[in-house]
T-cell receptor
């Protein structure tokens, strides 16, 4: 119930393509869903996040679609660029003991070819 | 990366050594976290500190010993590690829940290799 399932494990697209990464969860107590981007040798960096009362959130070329009834959410990257090549992690958050507990997916390695 | 800093960035140690990892956050957050990131595995939460008090120990072996002297600093003391402990160790911090950006911010990590 604490798992977040992420797919695909890896994804290769051409420049300008629209990669889509999907995540699913079971625990309905999760109340915040951030996406992180990680480049090699760096820590994960917050990219975009959504709360379950919203079905879609867009920031620049990145869009989260959220389906509360299906307990699924996805990340879309519009007009993808080679600089977007990184590993993307979805996560789900719940408060425990006054602090945030994040449960991460296994990550998707995205390669955007020129 | 100036929000959460970690030192050292790389560490190679033998199984009998004792070393410490340091994390410092400059974001005014009240919660701090240690994670382990291994290849092909999800990020594994190790410890959580809230206002300097440990609120979670995720069944971590005792050869890993955390210390949180204040809300801005977090240490991970290492002793008699095993080769399978080689990984990227990430520190994170977060504000109180309810803030507009109430999620975790990560440092760059310490790449640990145990020989």
């Amino acid at each position: 119930q604490q798992q977040v399932k992420q797919s695909p494990q890896s994804l290769i697209v051409q420049k300008g393509g629209i990669p889509i990464i999907n995540c699913a969860y079971e625990n309905t107590a999760f109340d915040y869903f951030p996406w992180y981007q990680q480049f090699p040798g760096k820590g994960p960096a917050l990219l975009i996040a959504i709360r379950p009362d919203v079905s879609e959130k867009k920031e620049g070329r990145f869009t989260i679609s959220f389906n509360k009834s299906a307990k699924q959410f996805s990340l879309h990257i519009m007009d993808s660029q080679p600089g977007d090549s990184a590993t993307y992690f979805c996560a789900a958050s719940v408060t425990q003991g006054g602090s945030e507990k994040l449960v991460f997916g296994k990550g998707t390695k995205l390669t955007v070819n020129p | 990366e100036t929000g959460v800093t970690q030192t050292p960035r790389h560490l190679v140690m033998g199984m009998t050594n004792k070393k410490s990892l340091k994390c410092e956050q400059h974001l005014g957050h009240n919660a701090m976290y240690w994670y382990k990131q291994s290849a092909k595995k999800p990020l594994e939460l190790m410890f959580v500190y809230n206002f300097k008090e440990q609120t979670e120990n995720n069944s971590v072996p005792s050869r890993f010993s955390p210390e949180c002297p204040n809300s801005s600093h977090l240490f991970l003391h290492l002793h008699t590690l095993q080769p399978e402990d080689s990984a990227l160790y990430l520190c994170a911090s977060s504000p109180l829940r309810g803030a507009n950006t109430d999620t975790q911010y990560f440092g760059p990590g310490t790449r640990l290799t145990v020989l």
